[in-house]
């Protein structure tokens, strides 16, 4: 229903922010990490928020994020038995996108329970759920009009997820077969790949992933 928000911020008290739009204030509940960047924004210039919409019989509540990968997470932790909406914010007060990912990956249970507000069982809960799916770039899609972020390997990863392949090995595919085609040239961060050779990777890919 709604994807962002774009208006002035009109004030301010942890977690909530209040965004004026049009003569409408929203109050958007968001996390230490975006709480920071929006004070750190210039408070002159409009101001984006991605949102998410909790809606229950007794409650409407705004969610608001800094970034896409932010609210990916976010949208991930949700599915967690035991984890609603105000403890994934605590979650990812409390770590960052790209440290969770990590956490997740690496089945660090010991790191995980570092966070304020999660305990071990529901660490391996996460874990047993999410590990494989968290592999974002915490830069990707920063709000405040500064566009997405990827480039070609994140598009062909986002249609390899939709089509149901793990992330984590998606990524790794990609990257190993974009190595392969540019040879010597991968190691140039400027070196972009052409269509044909975004479209061999793409067909690689999915014989790769299909054969497990």
């Known amino acids: 229903m709604f994807n962002s ?3 002035t911020i009109t004030g301010h008290s942890f977690p909530q922010i209040y965004l004026s739009t049009r003569g409408v204030e929203w109050q958007l509940e968001v996390s230490a990490t975006t709480f920071q960047s929006v004070l750190a924004a210039d ?4 101001v984006r928020l991605l949102v998410y919409l909790q809606v229950r019989e007794d409650l409407m509540k705004l969610y608001g994020f800094w970034t896409e990968a932010e609210r ?7 599915t967690v038995p035991g984890v609603g909406p105000r403890q994934a914010l605590r979650i990812l007060s409390g770590t960052t996108v790209r440290e969770l990912t990590q956490y997740l990956e690496t089945e660090d249970v010991q790191a995980l329970t570092r966070i304020p507000g999660l305990g071990t069982k529901t660490a391996q809960k996460m874990i047993l759920q999410l590990k494989g799916h968290l592999v974002l770039e915490e830069s990707s899609s920063a709000s405040g009009g500064t566009g997405t972020a990827g480039g070609p390997l994140e598009e062909l990863l986002a249609a390899l997820v939709e089509m149901g392949f793990d992330r984590g090995n998606a ?3 990609l990257q190993s077969l974009r190595d392969e085609i540019l040879g010597d040239d991968a190691l140039d961060s ?4 052409t269509e ?3 479209q061999e990777i793409f067909r690689r890919a999915i014989v790769e992933l299909s054969r497990g």
């Open 196 to 198: 044909v050779q975004e």
């Open 43 to 46: 408070r002159s210039a409009p």
């Open 171 to 173: 990524r790794k595919s």
């Open 190 to 193: 400027e070196k972009g790949l």
């Open 72 to 78: 990916r997470v976010f949208l991930e932790l949700v």
């Open 5 to 7: 928000l774009n208006g």
